[in-house]
């Protein structure tokens, strides 16, 4: 979202935006440095374009934590803007292009030390993705302190959006063509306890279903401990808010979720949600291999993963990141650990994936098209979601269009009935 929104504001004044590199005269790069990982890919696209000669603007994560310092390893880099900073990106490009015209090098630090922006539904937005889902930012920053997390020193406390300027943005999206709705922030089940002093989540999520016209609405990075029984009430008794939550709840051993600054009651919650959303999709993701998790410590968290049955797993190994209070934390667990009780958790979570799919099989399930490809000996494929899939990280429906059928479009919904599956997808027909 932030990325289309600065390209969104240079668009609006009359700035030519391209996604082919060689054409450009600046390249933007929106960076993130959330775990290793990040870092490393968001280096990697930097590495090339500077390899490549290109005049770098760098926005996002990097540039709020790395500021001046990046100059020194990316001396192509004109300028650096923070994740607060995006309102100032016009001026930044206007000052880097005369300067260039000029001959003249550009060092730009425009970085906020505490971010206190956030995009509202009046800041121009260039949808860059394809396909009929949007993401809308509810909020920005975090009030939690995760030992692991450097995002609240990246992004700052939680700055909630209103809920007018939310169903604003949402009914524009709808206007635009835009089927599914998908709420994301740091922290969604905080939602409002900054502007209106309570969690809103329930009330956003009730005035979205009922005024926005979205046919789906998706809940995204729910906190554990502050899922309420109103908040599930609400996507349960409304039919255009799917039947999902993503709940990252990062691990199962008390010790662990203690020395993460995290809510040890993990089950409750989990046992929460299935008495409310009995036929509701669960996504949740862990930490393997924080500071001091003993093989005991892995094997709580390997029995609650397989018990719990969850539809969707995401497994990370934890990374170290300077600036987080665990990164001083003794007994760090050795990489190849990590590694190895990574990939048991994740065999363990296709075994349960691959069940939990074969129980659709049979099943009739509303499915959102996304696009079409073209298979072997140009067999046509329609690809979609149902609402188990948030768009970009789950599975996928797959249906096969028969000759005398008519081709099912992107954009549109479909009832389908699965035939079969794999761990990941499931293939369909009309
Ligand atoms: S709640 Fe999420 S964003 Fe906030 S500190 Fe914890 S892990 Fe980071």
Known sequence: MDTENIVGILHAAGYPITADQSKADISLVNTCTFIEGSTHESKEVLDELSNNGKNLIIAGCMAQRFKGELFKQYPQAQAVVGT????????????????LNSGIESKIVKVDDIPMAVADSKVPRLNTQMGPSAYIKIAEGCDHRCTFCIIPYLRGDMKSRTIEDILDEAKLHVQNG???????????????TDIY??????????MLADKSGAKWLRLMYAYPQQLTEEMLDVIREKKNIVNYIDIPLQHASKKILKAMHRPSTVRDTVELIRKKLSDGAIRTTFIVGFPGETDSDFDELYDFVKESSFDRVGVFTYSKEKGTQAYDYENQVPEDVKLKRKERLMLLQQKISFNKNKSYIGKKLDM??????????NALKVVGRSFRDAPEIDGQLYLNVKDNQKTPQPGSFINVKVISCNEYDLYCTL
């Open 178 to 192: 835009i089927q599914e709705l998908v709420l994301v922030s740091q922290d969604s089940t905080a939602y409002g």
């Open 84 to 99: 607060g900073n995006i309102k100032d990106i016009l001026n930044v490009v206007k000052t880097v292009t005369l300067n």
């Open 368 to 377: 959102l098209v996304e696009h079409l490809e073209h298979h072997e000996n």
């Open 197 to 206: 002093k309570k969690k809103a989540l329930a009330e956003l999520l009730e």
